[in-house]
């Protein structure tokens, strides 16, 4: 058993008992918190794997983006800061029931499936790279979701920004002119 | 377009005000020995440190060369005074004629309960008692505030008669 | 000819001297270890060096001495600070979430450190030297929130919920456009790794052979990192004249003094950051000309040797952020946002498309 070895371990059940922490954490913030370093073991995992650009992504995108606006919903509620209440015990069982047919399924599935290594050789994550990938339309190239996202993100902006829009007609009272001046 | 022009206009204008309010700071920041206005106090207290002649430090009673004083013990000051800072303590003696007379005893001031309001010196009407502009008056002990004013030995300074003032 | 000793040579001789005592395991590991403690202790120096910059120059700027008792020209007054900081106690409030108010400080603390590895010190002197360094370190620093969220919500106090919101909203904001002005940078140079970003520039820095999109990209980023370290004219999440001290309100000793180090060594990062991508790091000034005046002035350039420039630019710019601070005054919550949102964000846009036009076009020098 040589150090990578160990370590995969080591961040392998970090992953696992942050993930249970999360789930059975009573107070909502430190289950966000949890999450957050569940979410850093498995960037380190992509470390340990030599793929630093996917795990530079993981930490922006999981940790940078998405924890943090759990956070912030979590401040925006009320009583962040209190226990949640017990669950319901029928839902329990059921819960518990649907989860562990769940993990029996998918570990039949990956139990059952012939993982043969890719031969393709690794790409160097270089700016020059990323950029060829982003934008390929051959075999193995990003262009479609690429631009399925760009869509989506648009549509958001524009949505975001009606939303945001003030309405003219409505006019302001004199008072509010005076607040908001 | 109007309004990218105006924006534009916007930036630019910012960037200019922002940017002499960064000189100004400069011209601070590389001239520091010209314009500093800070007193280095404990250094300069024998040199350079100046006190306005009409701070209010605290309440003395000046005495000239003959050890006299011009406070005639009236107590007046001491009713002037809203804090109760202020002790006379007089004493009788008698005159070379055989007079009996009230005199200073012990003219005791608690500086601790001082506000330097300047009432004790507008009420005086002898014009015995001046303020000062002294400022280093603090001291380790409470108690240690409590000053006696007129000098050991000191008397009444006489008034001139008449005929000397007239002489 | 002076042969001057490299940081390289110096690296070699430690490892070869380690590998000649143990196996090379051990030596893997200990030079782990001495690479961490080192940037550490420099980092440390910086510090303590900056904490002493900023009293002189707010002191300067506004007609005053600064710290003077202390020491000739008060350079102990940190120190004492320091020792004033240790002894006193670590208290944590009662109704407080007693592990995440402990483990706060101590993670925000690691995420700024952990942003130190990709940085290229000097010449071949770069703990972890990946082709992603500057990608890394937009990671790393989009990170730092989570420890004054923690912060704030643990402390069960208004005053510091309010400050880590606050200092949040203002940093998920401003990282759009620091990021965007990085990109930038990144497009001239062609690549994402802090070695080969310096390289780029060995005939000339960014900001003179980038153009005009290189120098806005520059402004805006100094901007958007002064914003991003919470520093005033930003420091809207520890505003005192309103929220008494922010996210770090009821934190007292060394708790409060982790949170002290871990703002000046975020500035110490983003302004190394800053003059990596602009100002050429450890690379000595050069000029992109081919005359042989400018050939003899590049030579001459060399003989500075390269930690007098890594140095000498990081305190530059750590210079210009805290002459902002003690220039302006500090922002209402809605002018920030309208500043990012308005006003730096298109324009970094709009730079990033301009400079896209020049790279396309070999405009750039
Ligand atoms: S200055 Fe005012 S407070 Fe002080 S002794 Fe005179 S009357 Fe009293
Ligand atoms: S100081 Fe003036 S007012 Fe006070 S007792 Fe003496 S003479 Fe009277």
Redesign the pocket.
């Known amino acids: 058993m040589n150090a990578s070895t160990v370590i995969f371990y080591v961040l392998g059940s970090l992953v696992l008992i942050f993930g249970a922490m999360t789930v059975f954490s009573q107070k909502i913030f430190r289950a966000a918190v949890y999450l957050l370093f569940s979410l850093i073991s498995v960037a380190g995992l992509y470390l340990l794997w030599d793929m630093d650009f996917i795990a530079a992504l993981q930490i922006i995108i999981y940790v940078g983006g998405i924890v943090v606006l759990i956070i912030f919903s979590i401040f925006l509620t009320q009583r962040s800061g209190e226990k949640l209440p017990p669950p319901i015990k029928k839902r329990l069982v059921w819960s518990g029931i649907l989860t562990i047919s769940g993990l029996g399924l998918t570990s039949w599935i990956v139990y059952n499936y012939l993982f043969s290594a890719s031969t393709l050789p690794g790409v160097e994550p270089t700016v020059h790279n990323i950029g060829e990938q982003m934008l390929s339309y051959s075999k193995y190239g990003y262009v479609f979701p690429f631009e399925v996202i760009n869509i989506l993100l648009l549509a958001a902006l524009v949505g975001s920004i009606v939303i945001a829009m003030k309405k003219k007609e409505i006019k302001p009272t004199d008072e509010t002119t005076h607040i908001t001046k | 377009m109007k309004s990218l022009f105006n924006y534009i206009k916007e930036v630019v204008y910012a960037f200019v005000s922002l940017a002499k309010g960064l000189l100004l700071t400069l011209r601070y920041f590389v001239t520091i020995r010209k314009v500093n206005i800070t007193e280095e106090y404990p250094n300069n207290r024998t040199t350079t440190i100046s006190v306005k002649e009409r701070f209010y430090g605290e309440v003395v ?1 000046p005495h000239d060369e003959n050890n006299e004083h ?9 009713i002037a005074c809203p804090n109760n800072s ?1 002790q ?1 303590i007089s004493k009788q003696i008698e005159t070379e004629d055989g007079k009996k007379k009230r005199v ?1 005893d012990k ?1 005791v001031y608690h500086l601790d309960s001082c506000t330097f309001c300047y009432q ?1 010196i507008d ?4 014009d ?2 001046e303020m000062k502009n002294s400022f280093e008056l603090s001291v380790y002990d409470r108690t240690k505030l409590i000053y006696q004013l007129n000098r050991p030995g000191s008397k009444l300074k006489e008034k001139p008669t008449v005929k000397e003032q007239q002489s | 000819m002076i042969s001057m000793i490299e940081f390289t040579d110096i690296t070699a001789w430690i490892h070869s001297l380690l590998l000649s005592v143990m196996t090379p395991t051990w030596t893997y590991i200990v030079e782990l270890a001495l690479s961490g403690v080192t940037a550490l202790v420099v980092l440390l120096v910086c510090v303590i060096i900056m904490v002493y910059m900023e009293r002189k120059v707010a002191g300067f700027m506004q007609l005053r001495w600064g710290p003077n008792r202390v020491g000739p020209y008060g350079i102990f007054q940190v120190i004492a600070d320091v020792i004033k900081l240790l002894l006193k106690e670590s208290f944590s409030p009662n109704r407080a979430d007693k592990v995440m108010f402990n483990i706060a400080p101590a993670l925000a603390l690691c995420v700024s450190l952990m942003a130190l590895a990709p940085i290229s010190w000097a010449p071949g002197l770069t703990m972890w030297d990946t082709n992603i360094g500057i990608l890394f370190i937009t990671a790393i620093s989009s990170m730092g929130v989570i420890g004054i969220l923690m912060a704030g919500w643990s402390s069960n106090n208004k005053y510091s919920l309010i400050g880590a919101m606050r200092s949040g909203a203002q940093i998920v904001s401003y990282e759009l456009s620091a990021g965007l002005s990085i990109v930038t940078a990144v497009a001239l140079a062609g690549t994402l790794s802090t070695n080969g970003i310096i390289q780029s520039q060995a005939d000339g820095w960014w900001i003179l052979k980038g153009q005009i999109p290189a120098i806005i990209a520059f402004l805006i980023y100094v901007i958007a990192s002064t914003a991003e370290c919470n520093r005033a004219p930003f420091d809207l999440a520890e505003a005192e004249s309103e929220l008494t001290a922010g996210y770090h309100t009821e934190y007292a000793g060394m708790q409060f003094g982790i949170f002290y180090l871990n703002e000046y060594i975020n500035m110490a990062i983003v302004s190394i950051i800053a003059s990596t991508l602009f100002l050429g790091g450890w690379m000595p000034f050069h000029l992109p000309f081919d005359y042989p005046v400018v050939h003899v002035f590049n030579h001459i350039m060399d003989f500075i040797p390269t930690w007098m420039w890594f140095f000498g630019k990081m305190f530059l710019i750590i210079f210009f952020m805290m002459w902002f601070r003690w220039t302006f005054p500090r922002l209402r919550i809605d002018q920030l946002l309208k500043l990012e949102w308005k006003y730096l964000l298109p324009i970094s846009i709009v730079n990033l498309l301009f400079a896209a036009v020049i790279i396309v076009l070999h405009w750039h020098l």
């Open positions: 009673l011009k406070c005639t013990a009236c107590t007046l000051c001491q202020i006379i200073l003219w004790c009420a005086c009407p002898q015995a008692i």
